[in-house]
């Protein structure tokens, strides 16, 4: 179990350092760009983000869960999947381009054909490094991929904003996008040890998808329903509209997606190697849900309570109708990242006919709900969404708490210390800072408070998620 600790460890730190970093650099840029840029550019853009998010998950078909779900994968199988993976992501594609009118014409917006046929190209340019980012997450690898990541969200970030200085609008945002990919494929292709060989095995591919194809439909399913909301606002509202709310998403999503990624990536190989015990199963289980509410809640409590200082400083008063979005999407991804840690448990278990099924589940509770919101406004579209989210995670955590018995209940009780000392520190530090007058000033000083506030409480509290982060911190400085 050590050397499995070790392993997990070390894939957090660096899963960490790869996402935080990603992450600061798409806010810090994505700041210039919309700054530079317009509503109604990111509107035009989350009108086809469905399609594109669709291919993608298509191209990708569930087959790397498949390969690291397989503990003994070999050569065949990885040459076998890209192959079959690249073939998919041209014919994908070839898709993309011929009903990129109809899309233009759907949300009668002539410009959306371009822009179809050039982003679309991402599927081919992503299919082309699924395997070496799989063999990685496989053996816990995430020193490379952070490098990878690094380095091309910068690369793609600075050509976006020269664009965008340029006066390209729209299309900075799709040239940083294409750009970013290539860089990142191409890096994985150079950085990573594997090579595919002219192999392909029908048998092999067969197996990989009697598990691999249960997934794909349901990252499908997830895909399109997920992102049902872009269509419905992109379509009943306008592209300005539709810009103030993939803001607030981008927003609310840089926490939940940190998080999720780096306990996602870690925790699902771990599951897989000790799935047959469950009495290690559900102690990773419990520690996955203290460490990620551990992390979660203070960045949420934060991005709630200061979402009109942050949206008006760094966004400028033109992106204002973004700040009630942002406050209440916020709360719906509290329970993201723990439930994408119950999803890993019941995928690990092999169950992926089950995670299906939750995913049917889920996706008609979205199309109830935004077919009872979305004609009273985007506010009540965004409650809707918190409402799913909720039950959602409740749906998934009454099967963990079936086969290891670690209820949703007791999940919730897990959480309670760092939801309560989270709201307690940022209420207090907005509080303080609430007399400031300054909005920079206020912002600044408040998220500064409410960080060293929260680390303060953590350390007189004790928490252990603290204690054992900080511990690893100090043992890598040693070694250095």
Same mark, same amino acid.
Request: positive net charge; glycine residues 6%; hydrophobic residues 50%.
């Given at each position: 179990m050590s050397s499995l600790k070790k392993k997990a460890t070390s894939g957090v730190l660096w899963s960490g350092i790869d996402?935080?970093?990603?992450? =600061?650099?798409?806010?810090?840029?994505? $700041?210039? +760009?919309a700054r530079l840029l317009l509503p109604e550019d990111y509107g035009l853009i989350g009108m086809i983000t469905i399609f594109i998010t669709i291919s993608q998950a298509i191209v990708e078909g569930g087959f790397s869960r498949a390969l690291i779900q397989k503990k003994h994968a070999n050569q065949v199988d990885y040459s076998t999947t890209f192959i079959f993976n690249f073939f998919i992501s041209l014919v994908v594609y070839g898709v993309l381009f011929f009903i990129a009118p109809l899309i233009a014409d759907f949300y009668e917006q002539p410009? +959306?054909?371009? +822009?179809? !046929?050039?982003?679309? @190209?991402?599927?081919?340019?992503s299919s082309a490094a699924i395997i070496q980012r799989t063999i990685l997450i496989k053996k816990i690898n995430f020193k490379i991929q952070a490098i990878t990541n690094i380095v091309a969200g910068l690369t793609g970030a600075l050509i976006g904003i020269g664009c965008a200085v340029s006066g390209l609008g729209v299309w900075s945002l799709v040239i940083q996008? @294409?750009?970013?990919? $290539?860089?990142?494929? =191409? @890096?994985? *292709?150079?950085?990573?040890? *594997?090579?595919?060989? %002219? $192999?392909?095995?029908?048998?092999? +591919? !067969?197996? @990989?998808?009697d598990f691999g194809s249960k997934i794909l439909l349901s990252t499908f399913l997830y895909a399109a329903f997920q992102n049902i909301y872009l269509v419905i606002i992109g379509k009943v509202y306008t592209s300005e509209a539709l810009g103030y709310y993939t803001r607030a998403t981008l927003f609310k999503q840089i926490p939940a997606t940190l998080v999720t990624t780096v306990m996602q990536n870690v925790t699902?190989?771990? %599951?897989?190697?000790?799935?047959?015990?469950?009495?290690?199963? !559900? &102690?990773?289980? !419990? &520690?996955?849900?203290? %460490?990620?509410?551990?992390l979660i809640f203070p960045m949420i409590t934060a991005l709630i309570v200061f979402a009109y200082p942050l949206v008006l400083v760094l966004l400028t008063e033109k992106w204002l109708p973004t700040v009630i979005l942002l406050q209440i999407l916020s709360v719906g991804v509290i329970f993201f990242p723990i439930n994408a840690i119950n999803a890993n448990f019941i995928n690990a278990k092999g169950r992926s006919d089950l995670f299906l099924k939750l995913e049917i589940i889920n996706n008609i509770l979205i199309v109830i709900t935004l077919g009872a919101t979305y004609s009273f406004g985007m506010t009540s579209i965004a409650i809707g969404y918190v409402c799913v989210s909720c039950v959602g995670f409740f749906t998934y955590a009454y099967y963990s708490g079936k086969f290891i018995k670690y209820s949703g209940l007791k999940q919730v009780i897990d959480m309670l210390p760092y939801a309560l000392i989270s709201v307690v520190v940022t209420l207090s530090s907005y509080v303080l800072w609430s007399f400031v007058d300054q909005q920079f000033i206020q912002l600044c000083g408040g998220l500064v408070t409410s960080g060293l506030g929260y680390l303060f409480c953590s350390h007189i509290f004790k928490l252990n998620e603290f204690e054992e982060i900080k511990n690893s911190i100090r043992s890598k400085l040693k070694r250095k």
């Amino acid at each position: 179990m050590s050397s499995l600790k070790k392993k997990a460890t070390s894939g957090v730190l660096w899963s960490g350092i790869d996402k935080s970093s990603t992450m =600061l650099i798409q806010f810090v840029f994505g $700041i210039i +760009l919309a700054r530079l840029l317009l509503p109604e550019d990111y509107g035009l853009i989350g009108m086809i983000t469905i399609f594109i998010t669709i291919s993608q998950a298509i191209v990708e078909g569930g087959f790397s869960r498949a390969l690291i779900q397989k503990k003994h994968a070999n050569q065949v199988d990885y040459s076998t999947t890209f192959i079959f993976n690249f073939f998919i992501s041209l014919v994908v594609y070839g898709v993309l381009f011929f009903i990129a009118p109809l899309i233009a014409d759907f949300y009668e917006q002539p410009l +959306l054909v371009d +822009l179809v !046929k050039v982003v679309g @190209l991402n599927v081919i340019i992503s299919s082309a490094a699924i395997i070496q980012r799989t063999i990685l997450i496989k053996k816990i690898n995430f020193k490379i991929q952070a490098i990878t990541n690094i380095v091309a969200g910068l690369t793609g970030a600075l050509i976006g904003i020269g664009c965008a200085v340029s006066g390209l609008g729209v299309w900075s945002l799709v040239i940083q996008y @294409l750009s970013r990919n $290539i860089m990142t494929s =191409l @890096l994985f *292709w150079i950085l990573s040890d *594997w090579k595919p060989s %002219l $192999i392909f095995s029908v048998h092999a +591919l !067969k197996k @990989l998808f009697d598990f691999g194809s249960k997934i794909l439909l349901s990252t499908f399913l997830y895909a399109a329903f997920q992102n049902i909301y872009l269509v419905i606002i992109g379509k009943v509202y306008t592209s300005e509209a539709l810009g103030y709310y993939t803001r607030a998403t981008l927003f609310k999503q840089i926490p939940a997606t940190l998080v999720t990624t780096v306990m996602q990536n870690v925790t699902f190989p771990v %599951l897989v190697d000790v799935i047959e015990d469950d009495v290690r199963v !559900k &102690k990773v289980m !419990k &520690k996955s849900v203290k %460490l990620t509410a551990f992390l979660i809640f203070p960045m949420i409590t934060a991005l709630i309570v200061f979402a009109y200082p942050l949206v008006l400083v760094l966004l400028t008063e033109k992106w204002l109708p973004t700040v009630i979005l942002l406050q209440i999407l916020s709360v719906g991804v509290i329970f993201f990242p723990i439930n994408a840690i119950n999803a890993n448990f019941i995928n690990a278990k092999g169950r992926s006919d089950l995670f299906l099924k939750l995913e049917i589940i889920n996706n008609i509770l979205i199309v109830i709900t935004l077919g009872a919101t979305y004609s009273f406004g985007m506010t009540s579209i965004a409650i809707g969404y918190v409402c799913v989210s909720c039950v959602g995670f409740f749906t998934y955590a009454y099967y963990s708490g079936k086969f290891i018995k670690y209820s949703g209940l007791k999940q919730v009780i897990d959480m309670l210390p760092y939801a309560l000392i989270s709201v307690v520190v940022t209420l207090s530090s907005y509080v303080l800072w609430s007399f400031v007058d300054q909005q920079f000033i206020q912002l600044c000083g408040g998220l500064v408070t409410s960080g060293l506030g929260y680390l303060f409480c953590s350390h007189i509290f004790k928490l252990n998620e603290f204690e054992e982060i900080k511990n690893s911190i100090r043992s890598k400085l040693k070694r250095k």
